[in-house]
Nanobody
Framework: QVQLAETGGGMVQAGDSRRLSCAAS????????MGWFRQAPGKEREIVAR????????YYIDSVKGRFTISRNDAKDTVYLQMNSLKTEETAVYYC????????????WGQGTQVIVSL
């Protein structure tokens, strides 16, 4: 069992930056990938970014390239999403997720942290 807890959300102004954190605990293994997802009001959940077990960013959705950065600090069992120049359409609940080693499945999810971007 793995538990994930996102923090860092809140209300921000368009153009501002925010860093989300995801603290992992439980039965962690050494080769797990992590992803950040978001779900905007009335929209389906989408993957925002993914980072490999060895700290290589392996995916960004096109709309965030150059503005968002995913990273991890395994000494702290924490994954981050640095979000710069936020746009109003990026208002969403942001989730982190744990990808089971050797699988494409995201087995464990956090509860989410809400980011509201206003004008």
């Amino acid at each position: 069992q793995v538990q994930l807890a996102e923090t860092g959300g809140g209300m921000v102004q368009a153009g501002d930056s925010r860093r989300l954190s995801c603290a992992a605990s439980g039965d962690l293994f050494g080769s797990y990938n992590m992803g950040w997802f978001r779900q905007a009001p009335g929209k389906e959940r989408e993957i925002v970014a993914r980072i490999t077990w060895n700290a290589i960013p392996s995916y960004y959705i096109d709309s965030v390239k150059g503005r968002f950065t995913i990273s991890r600090n395994d000494a702290k069992d924490t994954v981050y999403l640095q979000m710069n120049s936020l746009k109003t359409e990026e208002t969403a609940v942001y989730y982190c997720a744990y990808q089971t080693p050797g699988s494409l499945q995201y087995r464990y999810w956090g509860q989410g942290t809400q980011v509201i971007v206003s004008l």
